[in-house]
């Protein structure tokens, strides 16, 4: 007979050789013991942005073979199209209205911050003996009483707020746009000299500015270090990496000159350092025994151009509730639990993966903290064709705009007054199949005015319920 440690060695390299064949294997009974959680996060990355996911200009290889051998979620959302309500939505699993961080991002002068009142991802995890920590950009809030420390992990390094934000307020900004960004590429020290965005080690300032030419690169150094101290127990590791938001900056032994290619050279070095996770991963028989979920924050930003990432087949990008403000590439990793080479096309969210992590561990959600999300484990290993029927869309200052409900979308975006002056335009109704039109090109709103009213009535009824059930943010006391 051959030895259960021998077979357990062998199962990364079987899995990894299994997923290269265009074979969609199933689920195999998984190892005993809690799994271990890496959640990589990136910010303004677009949904055309990864070969997996059509872009033929950028090249992500070790992203393409996390795809091959795992599970692509085509469907994807994020509850928001700016960071910081997205980040609230995702460790909490609720609509970032619900916890009181969905009007707008945070900034340096900012008084507020996710409420360690919540259950967040990690002190789920973390109740479980789970070793926790976050390496990347945080910002839900840059006080004490409100870092990643307060919120369930054990330790945390990287940047509290946006690295185009200067510490302590916000001033003394370098020229922005494409022609600003252009200016930074070509001399990498800017970073150094045009910025004061702070870095953090647990709740301790160790920098300031932080060299963001190397940030992402230590980031992946703190996660893999962090992996390997605590290769013997369940880990939970979430790595929001603070790029490819403006400004760019790579290291300089991997650096592309060209202004015009900083985006794309951006997001190949993070595919690199994605790449060193799941090899190390893999070194350490880890893999049989480890969830990775690929997933960013909301769409491209669009008006930086090419500091900016593609929607693909989307309309539109970062701060819009079209599809390209808030679908975003997902995968999903684990050999043995997640039929490789596959895709899910069901409608799902970054709200849903608090009570898909706690159905994995086997550890049920407290039951007087209503969320939003749903346990979409089945869609991971394929078992269930579908969870989610509905998602509601709120603009980048948490304004209710829209309603998703099986494949068709009603959108309502209300536009700003042209000045204080003004009312605001009356919102044009649009409706969209996006089984048949995923581009939001044919608005159908005119030919049926009764889905569209239907639609329009869910939409406010649901916003209502989570309006009357919803918490405060964290704020800073006035004494």
Known sequence: MIPAAYLRRLAPLFFAALAMTPIVNAAVQPPAGKPNIVLIFTDDQGYGDLGSFGSTTIRTPHLDRLAREGRKFTSFMSASSVCTPSRAALLTGSYPKRVGLHKGVLFPVSTTGLNPAEHTIADHLK???????????????????????????????????????????????????????????????????????????????????????????????????????????????????????????????????????AYINTIEHLDTEVGRIFDRLRDLNLAANTYVIFTTDNGPWLTFKHHGGSAGPLRDGKMSTFEGGQRVPCIMWAPGRIPANSVCESLASTIDLLPTIAALTGTPLPANRPIDGLDISGL????????????????????????????????????????????????????????????????????????????????????????????????????
């Open 127 to 261: 109740q479980q003996g789970y070793a926790t920590a976050a390496f990347g950009k945080w910002h839900l809030g840059h006080h004490p009483e409100v870092l990643p420390t307060a919120n369930g992990f054990d330790a945390y390094f990287g940047i509290p707020y946006s690295n185009d934000m200067n510490h302590p307020d916000n001033q003394g900004k370098p020229k922005s746009g494409p022609a600003g960004m252009d200016e930074l590429w070509l001399e990498p020290a800017s970073t150094l000299t045009k910025w004061k965005t702070p870095l953090m080690e647990n709740e301790r300032i160790v920098e300031l500015p932080v060299d963001q030419r190397t940030i992402t690169r230590r980031c992946t150094d703190r996660a893999i270090d962090f992996i390997e101290k605590n290769q013997k127990r369940p880990f939970f590791v979430y790595l929001p990496y603070s790029m490819p938001h403006i400004p760019l900056y790579v290291p300089d032994d991997v650096r592309d000159p060209d202004p015009t290619r």
């Open 380 to 479: 991971l290993t394929g078992t269930v064709k579908s969870v989610r029927n509905d998602f509601l869309y709120y603009s980048r200052d948490g304004t209710l705009e829209g309603l998703r409900e099986g494949d068709w979308k009603f959108l309502e975006p209300r536009p700003a007054a042209a000045n204080k002056a003004k009312a605001a335009p009356k919102p044009e109704v649009m409706l969209f199949n996006l089984a048949s039109d995923l581009g939001e090109t044919r608005n159908l709103a005119a030919e049926k005015p009764e889905l569209v009213e239907r639609l329009r009535r869910r939409m406010v009824e649901l916003d209502a319920a989570i309006g009357t059930e919803a918490r405060p943010a964290w704020k800073k006391s006035e004494s």
